[in-house]
């Protein structure tokens, strides 16, 4: 009976420190490892050399940061990735993920990161939180629209705490910044002054949801690079890479709310320190205005996925929307119930045009949102150019802007133009998303539902051009600005295109 006894006891006594270690708050801990992350990483180059999209001239870059980085600069000593608290546990697997990437070796502990993942979820698709200050109505109503923009979007959901063991508390602490997932017990969300973004809000609720950001996803570096040579000395840490993420299919996404901005540490505001590799997504990263598509999807994913039991086939990157499991949720462009056709535009604008064999120009200065599709033939491509842009020029662009998509996948966002026409001819991809499954087609099925819906079998475009000139009011409604684009068609291919069956 005695050894028994203690046999349990001997359990009871390797277990705390473990769970205490992966779950548990430890500020001091986290603060030593992060500092001497830091030295250590300090003198490590980060990408393989940098090569500039910019080489015939240099980016002249006088715009403001708009993200949390720059609220929080007095803090960047004391939080990773400059708004991030981790736990020991996470801070330590950031550590050593960057010592066998240096030392071309192979993790010293393999962590399961799926499992890891999975515990870091809030259950119940529930998180409930408390405000610390709630005689401030104003900041109050902040914290609101920020769990609000989550909310719209997916299936999970705020709710004050009762006698719940995990929850957030929001406080007013000295800058942006929030702990990694459900990290146990109490965990803080600071929204400090300067940190009045709607989409800031959203940032750091989005690392309590569970992320990390996007620039340190795994497969960064086929999108963007790091200038070196323009990062703050001794902050080469916070431009680390993750390598144990939860694999999904959801592509890297330029308009996540949670990539860092163009001059995130930078030591000369001229200059930037992230350059995409496509240079005209230079203006799409670092925006705080809202979630994006693929922020949404990746929480729905996570948290959702199991709420709309029948597949709708859903095109275009759309999926089940676990807010009405009847209908697609579509990418920003796209509609209907399953993807297959353009979004609704403000009355006057937007709509379907056709690419043919000679340009034709294409100009807007609505206010709205407008959204335009460009078909060529099924098996053709459009070339497009945009001859003038004219918004108001920000280092994100947030509110309005002329925003791109050329590119097959329909999910990511577009590249945007708000400061000035970004020159080249673009050409849509090549290879157009396959016709659906046959059963789609002909009598029956989903084609009763569907109506006079065309399009939903192939051909599709490739541009879906989005637009928000709101700008005319905030300029004195200056009438003259305007989007030109030009289009022409794609270059016929003998015959007509293939024909569906
Ligand atoms: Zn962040």
Redesign the pocket.
Known sequence: MLKRTSFIALWLITLIPIIFAQFGHDPQRFQSLLKGFFKLSANYALTPKWRSNYNQHSIVYRLGDKT?YSVNKKILNDVF????VLTPYQMEDVIDTFKARVHGRPKRVKRNAAADSVKLRWPNRTIPFEFKDTKDAKWITLLRDGMAKWTRETCLRFVPRTTQKDYVTFFRGGG???SVGRTGGKQYISIGYGCEGGGIVA??L??AIGFW?EQSRPDRDEYINLNNDNIIKGTYGNFEKRTDLERTDIPYDFGSV?H?GPQAFTNNWNYVTIETKDHRFQHTIGQRADISFIDVKHANHLYCNDICKMRLHCLNGGYENPLDCSRCKCPPGLGGIRCERIATSTPGCGGDLIATATWSVLNSARVGKCYWRLLAPYGQRVRFEITDADYKCDSSCAENYLEIKHQRDMQQTGFRQCCNAVPDTLLSKPTFPKPPLANWEGQGGLNGLLGQETGIDNTFENYVVKELPNVLRSTGGRADISSLFTLVDSLLRAGSGKKKK
């Open positions: 949390e990735e400059a708004d991030m942006c910044y929030s940032h750091e989005g690392h950001h949670m860092y």
